[in-house]
Structure formats: structure tokens, C-alpha cells
T-cell receptor, first 114, second 110 residues
Framework: DVKVTQSSRYLVKRTGEKVFLECVQD?????MFWYRQDPGLGLRLIYF???????EKGDIPEGYSVSREKKERFSLILESASTNQTSMYLC?????????????FGPGTRLTVL | SQQGEEDPQALSIQEGENATMNCSYK?????LQWYRQNSGRGLVHLIL?????REKHSGRLRVTLDTSKKSSSLLITASRAADTASYFC??????????FGAGTRLAVHP
């Protein structure tokens, strides 16, 4: 089974802190994604990566950056956390092969910025 | 916005009843997928239906797709309390990106 893990389930940070959210997948998938989920807004794509060292902006990249130094790891960075970045952050990796076109999600990190 | 729209936003039923959720979208798609999210957890893939398919079944799940109306529905038959979750439709946004709907919150009461 595909496994996607995220470094923390819950995280509390202060305004202005630099925050790192880590995501690791064990299925050698090329595509990985970071979303944030807020009530009533569904999932919104922050950044995605389709290969090592490659990154593309999603719909809401402002205030975020990412790093993909190894295929299995995709990191989301909040350079200077702000209270409006309090949210649930979900990482996913994507499998496209044969009849499969599926995203596999990690358990999520609930970030609170005070 | 490319985001899919789901309705209803919330659905409350009794165990044993069927639950139907609907999704509409605006673009052309290759496939449409449904995901489930238990409270505070990640999403889990349920089923995928391709644009050349009209109906697909998986266990108690039945998905239909009407590309002329740009809509899909997810039917859960004989609901159980364990089906309580949020359900999201998702469709391709290019680059293997998925565009997700806002979700339907389903509550199944024993």
C-alpha cells in the first residue's frame, strides 16, 4: 500500500516564525502536491512538483515556498507565518499508471499560528 | 473558478437509507474521481469514472457521469454509521493536478 506521511499532526507556531512541513511518500511517485483545506473552501492547491527540484505554483502560492531535493520528500515552507495561514495542510502524491489516476493523501497537519 | 460544485453541502440520514451527492464542473475532463475524508484526516480515493463511462460500481458505491450536463453523482446504498464523512469530487486540472469540489458532509445516524 502507498504510504504518505507528514511530519506533524498538530503544530502551533507564532507569527513571524519560519515553518517547515515535511511530506514523505514511499511509492516512487513523480508528482507531489501541497493543499490547504479551510471550512467551506474545500482543498486549494498551494504548490506541486512533478520531479526532483521541479516546482510549480498552484492557486494560492503567496506566502509559501517548497523544496523537492529528493523524489520521496516534498517540503512546504512558510517563510514568515501569519495568522491567516492557520489551516489544515494536506500533502498528496499522485499515481498515474494503467487504469490508475489517483492521489494518495497524508493524514494532514493542523497548523495554528498565534 | 474551475472548482467543482457539490450539493448538498450537508446531508443527514438514518442508517439503511441511501445517500446521493452531486457534483458539477465547468471544463472538459478525462475522468472524475470521488474521495472520502473522515473528520480531521487525509482524503482517501474511492472511485474513478472515465469520461467515456456513464456508470460505475464499487461495493455499495455507484457513480454516474453525464458529460453533456457536466455533472456526476455518488450514491451510497444502505448507509452505515461508519459512512459518516465528507465526500469530495475531483477532476483533472492538467499536470496531474486535481480540482476538488467543496465537499458534502454526510452524517449517518444509527
Amino acid at each position: 500500500d502507498v504510504k504518505v506521511t507528514q511530519s506533524s499532526r498538530y503544530l502551533v507556531k507564532r507569527t513571524g516564525e519560519k515553518v517547515f512541513l515535511e511530506c514523505v511518500q514511499d511509492m516512487d511517485h513523480e508528482n507531489m502536491f501541497w493543499y490547504r483545506q479551510d471550512p467551506g473552501l474545500g482543498l486549494r492547491l498551494i504548490y506541486f512538483s512533478y520531479d526532483v527540484k521541479m516546482k510549480e505554483k498552484g492557486d494560492i502560492p503567496e506566502g509559501y515556498s517548497v523544496s523537492r531535493e529528493k523524489k520521496e520528500r516534498f517540503s512546504l515552507i512558510l517563510e514568515s507565518a501569519s495568522t491567516n495561514q492557520t489551516s489544515m495542510y494536506l500533502c498528496a502524491s499522485h499515481e498515474t499508471s494503467g487504469n490508475t489516476d489517483t492521489q494518495y493523501f497524508g493524514p494532514g497537519t493542523r497548523l495554528t499560528v498565534l | 473558478s474551475q472548482q467543482g460544485e457539490e450539493d448538498p453541502q450537508a446531508l443527514s440520514i438514518q442508517e439503511g437509507e441511501n445517500a446521493t451527492m452531486n457534483c458539477s464542473y465547468k471544463t472538459s475532463i478525462n475522468n472524475l474521481q470521488w474521495y472520502r475524508q473522515n473528520s480531521g484526516r487525509g482524503l482517501v480515493h474511492l472511485i474513478l469514472i472515465r469520461s467515456n463511462e456513464r456508470e460505475k460500481h464499487s461495493g455499495r458505491l455507484r457513480v454516474t457521469l453525464d458529460t453533456s450536463k457536466k455533472s456526476s453523482s455518488l450514491l451510497i446504498t444502505a448507509s452505515r454509521a461508519a459512512d459518516t464523512a465528507s465526500y469530495f469530487c475531483a477532476f483533472s486540472g492538467g499536470y496531474n493536478k486535481l480540482i476538488f469540489g467543496a465537499g458534502t458532509r454526510l452524517a449517518v445516524h444509527p
